[in-house]
């Protein structure tokens, strides 16, 4: 069996450091055979033995001198030709794993597409694609033996040296064979062209013919760093709609001008299909995608684009940070603030804070955008850590939208004379607005950030909530599937006729978009309306459509969670309505107040962003909450001000690093036994108290019960991580400890506390 290379040794001739694609930690010492000596580089995908199968390997170089127990095994094959993973990305998915406690070669195997994620030898001309053949070398002649293959080679020369696949094929017999061959030999290049999927002509903008002065500023500061071509990083602080894309277009044609590569992290696939848009109005087929709603086939294929230089930008979401773009010399993360960057599953990274230090190892500008800045970012602009780059009005001095509160505890009172069932979710404010608004001509936008109907079914008689059978939450009534459904585990089951407790009827409280759907139908027959949430959009292509179709102006209203808060741009949308501002406020974590101002700024604005004005309704019961005054105010500097101040005194980031310990099994005696040794095993461990460690619980998790599995958690503040590291390191030691039933998470930097 392989030895496990714990100590640090000299490298030796003919052993290679593998990472396995297992959930062990380290890195594994095999033989290199002969006919691999010298072949092998950083970043190579192998097929190693492992225990009794073969497993995926990646290279990570030489290995130190073995230890002398046990017998070394050989490295079975290699799978590419070339590196599937660039140096810089092993370098960075290295750091991941070490700070974030996660097994190295799981989280290597977990960055790469499916199809370059197994053992198995990956074909460099995938099938069903367009290819051109663009001949690299004159040398005709040396084909004298292969005449057909000449043939071949002498119709692209005499064409201009490029065509398309089908045109050669068609004008030489058995060319598509014969390009192969070519290929092979080196004499010919076979190029994918990946076809425009997901962007649409409505989705893009032409380039302005001016910038804004504080455009201007901001784009001559980046050109400036791109040519220093040294680690620089910047925050664009700009409000919406105040041209935040056309920075990024204007330094990413600078950086390619340059020869060097640039990265585009979203948030959210519904963004990219704007935003891709755009980026292809302006650079054309030279932009490849990445995102999970894309095909097997397809995110293969823009990986071994980008691997191979053949494009050099990209587009994609969070897992987009670790893809092999060549000569990296700017990263951009549009809405930086946003959670979506942090990954819960699997290797558990944020994205934004990796971009920051992949453009230090590649000596990169990194550009985190935002109209309202995580304070995490901000504190690192107040330490001197980035700089700020300010884009405080909109494009064209266009106005900023009109905010306006609607108090649901004045316009939607409850009475005792209700007969039952709550009282419409649209005030008599909205429905004015939207009728207006309508009349016009003009689209709308509604956003509540919780899906379904109803939020949950309540029985009359005993008060009992229909609960998920898994989880420790209500579940949610979806009226046009006839179905309650559980949002955290997937468990659905049919509306019963009555309580399951004592069989009293059941009545309909809360609200989610799909009953905003229907009432908004019901309102305004005539108007065209659609849903954008993760219910209603069950594809890529589905998605694309629907954004397309709103850009046209052939919806008037749409209804959406959070997915419609996030960087659109749609100059007929004048009114933008926060259905319910509440939802996120009461959540049991510290940067509920910082996400409910993030969500209400977003999605304010939407609207107004053409030459009509814009106003935005925000209906709430809680009218006096901070979020909401900041919101409404456009104050986001006092919100963060008091934000930061509550955190310092509470020592939560960004003034102190934090670990989340969440213990999970299904036997709850099991779960509380664990998490109570877990917990001594801490305790002995920790530093002086004037190191300034503390830890919270062990205690039941805020959702304590979440598909079928009992749920415990424990926090662990440090100043430092490096502070923070070696208490984490014991508390892993002290896993072996635990029944294998047991299930342990260690999130280092967590993004929720639920």
């Given at each position: 069996m392989s030895n496990h290379t714990a100590a640090l040794f000299e490298p030796?001739?003919?052993?290679?450091?593998?990472?396995?694609?297992?959930?062990?930690?380290?890195?594994?010492?095999?033989?290199?055979?002969?006919?691999?000596?010298?072949?092998?580089?950083?970043?190579?995908?192998?097929?190693?033995?492992?225990?009794?199968?073969?497993?995926?390997?990646?290279?990570?170089?030489?290995?130190?001198?073995?230890?002398?127990?046990?017998?070394?095994?050989?490295?079975?094959r290699l799978l590419d030709d070339a590196p599937i993973i660039p140096e810089d990305v092993l370098t960075l998915v290295r750091f991941a794993a070490s700070h974030y406690r996660y097994p190295l070669g799981e989280a290597i195997q977990?960055?790469?597409?499916?199809?370059?994620?197994?053992?198995?030898?990956?074909?460099?001309?995938?099938?069903?694609?367009?290819?051109?053949?663009?001949?690299?070398?004159?040398?005709?002649?040396?084909?004298?033996?292969?005449?057909?293959?000449?043939?071949?080679?002498?119709?692209?020369?005499?064409?201009?040296?490029?065509?398309?696949?089908?045109?050669?094929?068609?004008?030489?017999?058995?060319?598509?064979?014969?390009?192969?061959?070519?290929?092979?030999?080196?004499f010919v290049r076979l190029l994918e062209v990946e076809k425009l999927k997901g962007s649409r002509p409505e989705l893009t903008a032409a380039r302005p013919e001016t910038l804004t002065p504080e455009q201007q500023t901001a784009r001559t500061v980046l050109l400036a760093s791109l040519e220093e071509g040294a680690f620089s990083p910047f925050l664009l602080h700009g409000v919406t709609g105040s041209g935040k894309t056309e920075v990024y277009m204007q330094a990413a044609e600078a950086a390619l001008a340059r020869g060097r590569g640039v990265l585009v992290l979203v948030p959210e696939i519904a963004l990219t299909p704007q935003l891709v848009g755009r980026f292809r109005s302006r650079f054309g087929h030279r932009v490849a995608l990445l995102h999970s709603a894309l095909t097997s086939r397809e995110r293969m294929r823009s990986w071994q684009q980008l691997a191979r230089g053949d494009v050099r930008l990209a587009v994609g979401v969070r897992s987009a940070i670790f893809a092999p773009v060549r000569d990296l010399g700017l990263i951009v993360v549009d809405e930086e603030h946003d959670p979506s960057f942090k990954q819960d599953r699997a290797l558990p990274y944020n994205a934004r804070d990796l971009a920051v230090v992949r453009a230090r190892n590649c000596g990169a500008t990194v550009v985190l955008g935002s109209a309202t800045p995580s304070l995490e970012t901000l504190e690192n602009v107040r330490r001197e850590r980035y700089r700020l780059l300010e884009l405080r009005r909109r494009v064209d001095d266009r106005p900023m939208p009109r905010l306006e509160l609607v108090d649901l505890r004045q316009v939607?009172?409850?009475?005792?004379?209700?007969?039952?069932?709550?009282?419409?979710?649209?005030?008599?404010?909205?429905?004015?607005?939207?009728?207006?608004?309508?009349?016009?001509?003009?689209?709308?936008?509604?956003?509540?950030?919780?899906?379904?109907?109803?939020?949950?079914?309540v029985c009359q008689t005993c008060g009992e909530a229909v609960r998920c059978r898994n989880c420790d939450v209500s579940l949610t009534h979806h009226l046009a599937r006839q179905r309650l459904v559980c949002h955290y585990c997937g468990d659905h089951r049919p509306v019963p006729n009555g309580c399951d407790a004592c069989r009293g009827p059941l009545l309909a409280l809360g609200?989610?978009?799909?009953?905003?759907?229907?009432?908004?139908?019901?309102?305004?027959?005539?108007?065209?309306?659609?849903?954008?949430?993760?219910?209603?959009?069950?594809?890529?292509?589905?998605?694309?459509?629907?954004?397309?179709?709103?850009?046209?102006?052939?919806?008037?209203?749409?209804?959406?969670?959070?997915?419609?808060?996030?960087?659109?741009?749609?100059?007929?949308?004048?009114?933008?309505?926060?259905?319910?501002?509440?939802?996120?406020?009461?959540?049991?974590?510290?940067?509920?107040?910082?996400?409910?101002f993030h969500l209400l700024t977003q999605v304010a604005g939407r609207a107004g962003r053409g030459q009509e004005p814009g106003r935005v309704l925000v209906q709430t019961y809680h009218p006096d909450a901070a979020p909401i005054q900041r919101t409404l105010a456009g104050d986001y500097a006092g919100f963060a001000e008091e934000e930061l101040s509550w955190r310092q005194r509470l020592a939560w980031p960004p003034f102190t690093r934090l670990a989340a310990i969440r213990i999970e099994d299904r036997d709850p005696d099991r779960t509380v036994r664990a998490a109570r040794l877990l917990g001594e095993r801490v305790a002995q461990v920790l530093p002086p108290a004037r190191m300034g460690v503390r830890v919270l619980g062990p205690a039941p998790a805020p959702l304590a019960?979440?598909?079928?599995?009992?749920?415990?958690?424990?926090?662990?503040?440090?100043?430092?991580?490096?502070?923070?590291?070696?208490?984490?390191?014991?508390?892993?030691?002290?896993?072996?400890?635990l029944p294998s039933s047991v299930r342990v998470a260690i999130d280092v930097d967590p993004g929720a506390m639920l």
């Open positions: 030796a001739p003919g052993l290679a450091s593998v990472a396995v694609g297992r959930p062990v930690r380290g890195a594994f010492t095999y033989r290199i055979p002969p006919e691999l000596q010298g072949r092998l580089q950083p970043g190579h995908r192998l097929e190693v033995p492992f225990g009794r199968s073969r497993e995926l390997g990646v290279y990570l170089g030489p290995a130190p001198e073995a230890p002398p127990a046990g017998r070394l095994k050989a490295i079975t977990s960055i790469l597409p499916p199809g370059l994620n197994v053992p198995e030898a990956v074909p460099p001309i995938p099938d069903e694609v367009v290819l051109i053949a663009e001949a690299l070398v004159d040398q005709v002649p040396e084909l004298g033996r292969a005449p057909a293959q000449a043939a071949t080679l002498g119709y692209l020369l005499a064409i201009g040296g490029q065509a398309p696949v089908a045109e050669v094929a068609h004008a030489v017999p058995g060319a598509r064979e014969h390009l192969k061959r070519l290929h092979a030999k080196g939607r009172p409850r009475s005792a004379h209700d007969s039952g069932g709550e009282p419409p979710i649209l005030s008599a404010p909205l429905l004015t607005a939207m009728e207006q608004t309508l009349q016009r001509g003009q689209q709308v936008i509604l956003f509540l950030n919780r899906r379904g109907h109803s939020a949950f079914l609200v989610g978009t799909e009953r905003v759907e229907a009432e908004v139908a019901e309102r305004f027959p005539s108007a065209r309306v659609a849903r954008l949430d993760r219910d209603a959009i069950t594809s890529d292509h589905r998605l694309t459509e629907l954004l397309s179709a709103f850009a046209r102006r052939e919806i008037d209203v749409l209804v959406g969670t959070q997915m419609v808060a996030k960087g659109h741009d749609f100059p007929g949308v004048t009114l933008v309505c926060v259905v319910l501002a509440d939802t996120s406020l009461s959540l049991p974590d510290f940067r509920a107040a910082e996400r409910t019960r979440l598909q079928g599995l009992t749920r415990w958690q424990m926090l662990i503040k440090a100043p430092t991580h490096a502070v923070l590291q070696p208490v984490l390191a014991a508390l892993e030691a002290a896993l072996d400890e």
